[in-house]
């Protein structure tokens, strides 16, 4: 049986950050990792030389804990990138954050009247009344923007990202991603410039070689300090007692790991970021049937990028486009040459990252790669991006599950059942994005690891009150060290502003 202070599941932004706080108070955990490499959605893949993100992420955040993990670990391979981003729709590109010309222009006046009619329209049923809160995405937003703008800006694109209607997403997900948004305020932006640096900042931080680049470096140091990281190695059994976690067993590319190689793990703590569903399946003796009821009916969405190798040099300036249109099956684009060009071996090559939200057994994902190029291809072509037919020349796909939990009307009954039950578990801490359920981004999820780790130097954090929605108006200190609200980096539904 083989022993460490701490064991960590799942080698994400998460589960690094917490093994690379451990080490740097001395204690030695081990990280398991189910995948081939480190990084979870925030990794960078590679194909012939080209490198590319499981989507954008930028690095641009307002905790000052992650932004000094971020340099200590990086340094000086961070690039500043320009930020770029469009909306398409109806065969028009409108400036994201809108500029008020462009969306005018775009729109047409008669249009535009209309959508501001409807906003004052909906302000006036708002005062009429006020004590209505709304309960589902789509009443969130037609309240506060006028359904006008909810069915051009908003609608399309979410019901494309999430494959349910607006109305059965809950508020919950709105007042998160679009916080403290409004339509005067939108206008005030496009007209005047925001004074609002959370989404409109012009510049991020970048790792030259994409994202995965730091997490394969926290893997680097954390390996040199005498903290292994073991990949291929899925947790398939949490033994538990009622009160403590006692030990895991786990598995290694799909077989028992050999004699040599321990198959269980025993340690004084534990932190896990693989999904809480997968989690509460694992346990030993398994949790009542109401508990995982509950893990069953929480849902997930899942993500695929067609990466297409492109013979064209610079055929749009975007890091990303938005895809709104419905007759589109694509969800957004990344132009990975505009994120760092060291990610494109040939400069005078575009590599276009074409997403596609869908859940597994769905037709998307079913789809044979080939087809999927091919889908991707004639994509790229309608939208009119540049690309010409016999301009793409290769591709490849790269199929992602769970990527994004979902907030459907019973996911939070369905939480809650699960939070009560694992808080049982006086050294076992859920952190990261699908540890807890929240559409956390990446330094969300560094924050819960970090606290998680101050929890087991004797801090007396709640992790489950850090989350996005919270976290807007409340601050949080580690080490001593207050963390403002952070950055909405790319999200999978866009605001007019935010």
Same mark, same amino acid.
């Given at each position: 049986?083989?022993?460490?202070?701490?064991?960590?599941?799942?080698?994400?932004?998460?589960?690094?950050?917490? #093994?690379?706080?451990?080490?740097?108070?001395?204690?030695?955990?081990?990280?398991?990792?189910?995948?081939? &490499? $480190?990084?979870?959605?925030?990794?960078?893949?590679?194909?012939?030389?080209?490198?590319?993100?499981?989507? #954008?992420?930028?690095?641009?955040?307002?905790?000052?804990?992650?932004?000094?993990?971020?340099?200590?670990?990086?340094?000086?391979?961070?690039?500043? $990138?320009?930020?770029?981003?469009?909306?398409?729709?109806?065969?028009?590109?409108?400036?994201?954050?809108?500029?008020?010309?462009?969306?005018?222009?775009?729109?047409?006046? $008669?249009?535009?009247?209309?959508?501001?009619?409807?906003?004052? &329209?909906?302000?006036?049923?708002?005062?009429?009344?006020?004590?209505?809160?709304?309960?589902?995405?789509?009443?969130?937003?037609?309240?506060?923007?006028?359904?006008?703008?909810?069915?051009?800006?908003?609608?399309?694109?979410?019901?494309?990202?999430?494959?349910?209607?607006?109305?059965?997403?809950?508020?919950?997900?709105?007042?998160?991603?679009?916080?403290?948004?409004?339509?005067?305020?939108?206008?005030?932006?496009?007209?005047?410039?925001?004074?609002?640096?959370?989404?409109?900042? &012009?510049?991020?931080?970048?790792?030259?070689?994409?994202?995965?680049?730091?997490?394969?470096?926290?893997?680097?140091?954390?390996?040199?300090?005498?903290?292994?990281?073991?990949?291929?190695?899925?947790?398939?059994?949490?033994?538990?007692?009622?009160?403590?976690?006692?030990?895991?067993?786990?598995?290694?590319? #799909?077989?028992?790991?050999?004699?040599?190689?321990?198959?269980?793990?025993?340690?004084?703590?534990?932190?896990?970021?693989?999904?809480?569903?997968?989690?509460?399946?694992?346990?030993?003796?398994?949790?009542?049937?109401?508990?995982?009821?509950?893990?069953?009916?929480?849902?997930?969405?899942?993500?695929?990028?067609?990466?297409?190798?492109?013979?064209?040099?610079?055929?749009?300036?975007?890091?990303?486009?938005?895809?709104?249109?419905?007759?589109?099956?694509?969800?957004?684009?990344?132009?990975?040459?505009?994120?760092?060009?060291?990610?494109?071996?040939?400069?005078?090559?575009?590599?276009?990252?074409?997403?596609?939200?869908?859940?597994?057994?769905?037709?998307?994902?079913?789809?044979?790669?080939?087809?999927?190029? &091919?889908?991707?291809?004639?994509?790229?072509?309608?939208?009119?991006?540049?690309?010409?037919?016999?301009?793409?020349?290769?591709?490849?796909?790269?199929?992602?599950?769970?990527?994004?939990?979902?907030?459907?009307?019973?996911?939070?009954?369905?939480?809650?059942?699960?939070?009560?039950?694992?808080?049982?578990?006086?050294?076992?801490?859920?952190?990261?994005?699908?540890?807890?359920?929240?559409?956390?981004?990446?330094?969300?999820?560094?924050?819960?690891?970090?606290?998680?780790?101050?929890?087991?130097?004797?801090?007396?954090?709640?992790?489950?009150?850090?989350?996005?929605?919270?976290?807007?108006?409340?601050?949080?200190?580690?080490?001593?060290?207050?963390?403002?609200?952070?950055?909405?980096?790319?999200?999978?539904?866009?605001?007019?502003?935010?």
């Amino acid at each position: 049986m083989e022993r460490h202070p701490v064991v960590i599941i799942g080698g994400g932004p998460a589960g690094l950050t917490a #093994g690379y706080e451990l080490v740097k108070q001395g204690i030695k955990p081990i990280v398991l990792e189910k995948a081939d &490499k $480190v990084g979870g959605i925030s990794r960078t893949e590679t194909y012939k030389g080209y490198r590319f993100d499981i989507g #954008g992420h930028r690095f641009f955040t307002k905790i000052t804990e992650v932004e000094r993990f971020w340099k200590e670990v990086l340094g000086n391979d961070f690039i500043k $990138v320009p930020r770029l981003s469009r909306i398409y729709y109806q065969g028009k590109f409108y400036n994201y954050p809108l500029s008020l010309l462009n969306t005018l222009s775009n729109l047409g006046i $008669v249009s535009s009247f209309f959508i501001l009619l409807s906003y004052l &329209k909906a302000k006036a049923k708002a005062k009429l009344l006020p004590h209505v809160e709304p309960e589902t995405f789509e009443e969130w937003v037609i309240d506060r923007f006028g359904e006008r703008l909810y069915r051009t800006f908003f609608k399309t694109y979410t019901e494309k990202v999430w494959g349910i209607p607006c109305s059965k997403i809950r508020a919950d997900w709105a007042a998160q991603r679009i916080q403290g948004m409004s339509l005067k305020r939108a206008v005030i932006n496009a007209v005047f410039g925001s004074q609002n640096a959370k989404s409109l900042i &012009k510049e991020f931080d970048y790792p030259r070689l994409g994202p995965g680049m730091m997490w394969e470096r926290c893997q680097e140091i954390l390996e040199s300090k005498g903290a292994p990281v073991r990949l291929k190695t899925a947790v398939t059994r949490i033994q538990h007692d009622g009160s403590r976690i006692l030990s895991i067993t786990t598995e290694q590319d #799909g077989n028992p790991i050999p004699q040599a190689c321990p198959r269980q793990i025993t340690a004084d703590h534990f932190i896990s970021s693989m999904p809480v569903t997968a989690l509460v399946q694992r346990l030993d003796p398994a949790p009542p049937e109401e508990v995982i009821a509950a893990a069953r009916g929480l849902k997930y969405r899942d993500f695929l990028i067609v990466s297409l190798i492109v013979d064209r040099p610079n055929l749009f300036p975007d890091n990303w486009l938005y895809i709104h249109s419905p007759e589109f099956k694509v969800g957004r684009i990344q132009n990975f040459g505009n994120w760092s060009p060291e990610m494109i071996p040939d400069a005078g090559k575009t590599c276009l990252g074409m997403e596609y939200f869908c859940s597994q057994g769905d037709r998307l994902w079913e789809m044979s790669d080939a087809d999927l190029i &091919k889908l991707a291809t004639q994509e790229a072509i309608d939208l009119g991006l540049g690309v010409q037919p016999g301009d793409v020349k290769d591709g490849v796909v790269i199929r992602q599950h769970k990527a994004y939990p979902v907030y459907d009307g019973e996911y939070r009954q369905h939480l809650e059942v699960i939070q009560n039950y694992l808080k049982q578990f006086e050294n076992l801490q859920t952190v990261g994005r699908n540890g807890m359920h929240r559409y956390n981004n990446q330094d969300h999820s560094m924050l819960t690891a970090m606290l998680a780790v101050q929890n087991i130097l004797g801090g007396k954090h709640d992790l489950w009150e850090v989350n996005t929605e919270r976290s807007y108006h409340e601050e949080f200190t580690v080490e001593k060290s207050p963390a403002p609200p952070p950055e909405h980096h790319l999200n999978p539904a866009p605001a007019l502003s935010s």
